[in-house]
């Protein structure tokens, strides 16, 4: 149950804190194979 909130307020982040997260995957992978992800 308290997993199923948290999801539904995940997807109800804001842009800007969603996009915060993306740059953060992007620099993980970026960290972990850098090559893969040179844009």
Known sequence: MCDKKL???KS???KSE???RH???T???TA???GENNT
């Open 7 to 9: 999801f539904k307020r």
């Open 12 to 14: 109800v982040t804001t």
């Open 18 to 20: 969603a996009r915060l």
């Open 23 to 25: 740059v953060k995957t």
């Open 27 to 29: 620099l993980q992978k």
């Open 32 to 34: 972990t194979a850098p």
